[in-house]
């Protein structure tokens, strides 16, 4: 591996918030609007929250809020299996209580669990929620429930995982989405690696589930950004889990020897990963590289057990969820697309990565 190492600038900037006509419902057309985004600001928070407003009717963000204590948000998580999603939730739910909305938050076990959300929104439409965050399991999976929730008049927001352009079209829904660009966050991994590891690395690549928007996006902007400094000689789905990401990587070490370095897109098969890895002796030979910079991952790229991971910012995307639901009870428009950023977090600058995180906790 190249000598020369840097550090990733840590850069997000602050969603701009924009009102204009009436929208209201699933079927309806968000603004046209790629607003700048922030950090996300959030403390863990466990089971159904209901907060309050802030002072004298005032919101977070310093505009001006209607009184939402009839209004309940039904959040739709992936799992809450996983820290990053239980981060995502928890940012949701803070914010709800900063603006006095009640919040339901519910998920299914594993992260493929589109049976599981299918019958939560259904669950959540019998129980008249006012609005639905959804956090989709299933990137073309869940259609027959955003049907129901249109014929409902029950407005969405997604986040995180994208549901395709396809079967919006299908349902013929024009729904807004927040989270990571997944591609770019993958490219800068790519890139980093590029920089840094020698022409024709072997490469083992963990990926995510087959179908998902995140997985493809993750796949493929590593591989763009890494070109042809890495030489691919494996790769196998391993579905964001710890358990199926050690399989995999075992199989791939037994049958590739000789590999060097372990894309995983995401942290958890990451972990998995460091598990055959140590086992199989070859802490020197192998480095990895995650995606979500959970805790656990962080910690792996202090002790150098991970040579990096790609940072996102989850609780932004709930809160940011939580801040356009109110925008449409409020009669007004959402936006319609928000980036909450990536950055490559390494032992140059996971110490103040870190330290941010403790602002929230």
């Known amino acids: 591996m190249k000598r020369n190492m840097t550090a990733a600038v840590m850069a997000l900037a602050m969603s701009t918030v924009m009102t204009a006509a009436a929208l209201s419902g699933c079927g309806q057309t968000p603004k046209e609007t790629v607003p700048e985004t922030t950090k996300a600001q959030t403390e863990a928070q466990t089971a159904e929250t209901t907060g309050e407003s802030g002072k004298d009717g005032e919101s977070s963000t310093g505009a001006a809020s209607g009184s939402y204590e009839d209004k309940t948000i039904g959040f739709v998580g992936m799992t809450l299996n996983n820290e990053y999603h239980i981060t995502l939730a928890n940012g949701a739910k803070v914010e709800a209580e900063a603006k006095g909305v009640k919040i339901e938050v519910q998920a299914g076990d594993q992260h493929a669990s589109a049976d599981a959300q299918l019958g939560i929104i259904e669950n959540m439409i019998a129980n008249k929620v006012d609005g639905i965050l959804l956090v989709p399991s299933s990137s073309d999976g869940l259609e027959s429930a955003l049907t129901k929730c249109k014929e409902a008049n029950i407005p969405i927001i997604n986040l995180d995982t994208k549901l395709t352009d396809e079967s919006l079209a ?190 929230f906790e």
Not at 180 to 189: D, F, I, V
Not at 196 to 214: H, P, R, S
Not at 233 to 250: K, P, R, S
Not at 350 to 356: I, M, R, T
Request: glycine fraction near 12%; charge should be negative; proline fraction near 2%.
């Open 170 to 359: 299908n349902v013929g829904l024009d729904i807004p989405f927040y989270g990571t660009n997944n591609y770019e966050g993958a490219k800068l991994a790519g890139e980093y690696v590029a920089k840094n590891f020698e022409q024709g690395t072997k490469t083992a690549i963990l990926k995510g589930i087959e179908g998902q928007t995140n997985a493809a996006d993750r796949y493929n902007g590593f591989l763009e950004g890494a070109g042809d400094t890495v030489t691919i000689v494996a790769e196998q789905t391993a579905n964001w889990e710890v358990d199926q990401g050690y399989t995999a990587a075992q199989n791939i070490i037994s049958a590739n020897p000789d590999v060097e370095l372990f894309f995983c897109c995401n942290d958890n098969m990451g972990i998995g990963a460091l598990r055959a890895i140590k086992e199989a002796n070859m802490q020197e030979q192998i480095q990895i590289i995650g995606f979500d910079a959970v805790s656990e991952a962080l910690n792996l790229v202090e002790n150098g057990e991970f040579l990096a991971t790609v940072a996102q910012y989850p609780a932004e995307m709930g809160k940011l969820g939580v801040d356009n639901m109110l925008k449409l009870f409020d009669g007004g428009e959402a936006e319609s697309y928000i980036d909450t950023g990536t950055e490559v977090i390494t032992k140059d600058n996971v110490g103040e990565f870190k330290d941010y995180l403790k602002t």
